[in-house]
């Protein structure tokens, strides 16, 4: 199932970026650069993903709080405490489908992203191009002739931790909760370093996928801030609404009969 549905649809995709490369510009069939491509179209087509789950974020907050409160209501009851908080979850089950799903690929991604650069463009998956694909012969696997993206590359390790360590700058810089700030500063140290040595080993084309990714979320993250600060500032900038004057009604002036009878 993975192979058939995830795996192979990628896997031409990425090869027909580098063939109709190759076709454009002889010197453009350079799978660094079908690369690039490839991890632009991934982020395009998981758009809409990003933006759904930016949205649920409050939702799980909310959730949070939600089940933080029925854990001290019924601390001495955990039956119900188990009942009341399975209610919470199926009344949000769009919020717990959304963030599975979006686990699901993102695991799914780094499975494909490890066997194409480990096997699959080496020659051992070209059985699985569809039949009306261009043949390949061979792939050109060096990025500007000069990063084998078959193998582990040091200098692209380290561009990725810089990047990781950019983007959670970026998401603590869009966070206005003060807790939310301090779990992101600890992320800041620890993902970076971490993916260094998770990733040490790894094909650089992979790597390179990453790089590519993390910008394109940088990019997003720095267009979001800009819009939010600038909608804050003219918030400031607006002054308050002026409260609803009340306008007096004048009375009608009431004549009186002997007032008449003078005029």
Do not use: C
Request: aromatic share 10%.
């Amino acid at each position: 199932m993975f192979e058939t549905y995830i795996y192979q649809p990628f896997l031409n995709i990425l090869v027909f970026i580098y063939w109709f490369l190759g076709t454009l510009n002889p010197e453009l069939a350079d799978m660094g650069i079908a690369v690039i491509l490839f991890a632009l179209v991934v982020q395009i087509l998981l758009f809409p993903l990003r933006i759904a789950g930016e949205r649920s974020e409050e939702e799980k907050k909310a959730i949070i709080n939600k089940v933080e409160e029925i854990k001290k209501q019924y601390s001495h009851e955990p039956i119900k405490q188990r009942i009341e908080i399975k209610k919470v979850m199926r009344g949000n089950a769009r919020m717990v489908i959304s963030t599975s799903l979006n686990l699901f690929i993102q695991l799914s991604l780094v499975l494909m992203l490890y066997r194409i650069f480990a096997t699959g463009l080496v020659g051992a998956d070209f059985h699985l191009l569809y039949s009306f694909m261009p043949r390949i012969d061979h792939i050109n696997l060096m990025f500007l002739g000069k990063y084998d993206l078959s193998h582990t590359n040091t200098t692209l390790n380290i561009l990725q931790s810089i990047m990781i360590f950019v983007v959670e700058l970026l998401v603590a810089m869009r966070t206005t909760s003060l807790i939310r700030k301090k779990n992101i500063a600890i992320l800041q140290i620890i993902l970076p370093l971490g993916s260094y040595f998770i990733f040490m080993f790894l094909p650089a084309g992979k790597k390179l996928f990453v790089i590519t990714a993390l910008t394109f979320s940088a990019v997003y993250h720095v267009v979001r801030l800009l819009t939010e600060t600038f909608d804050r500032l003219m918030i400031r900038l607006t002054p308050p609404a002026s409260a609803t004057e009340t306008k007096s009604e004048v009375a009608p002036t009431i004549t009186s009969p002997i007032e008449e009878k003078h005029h």
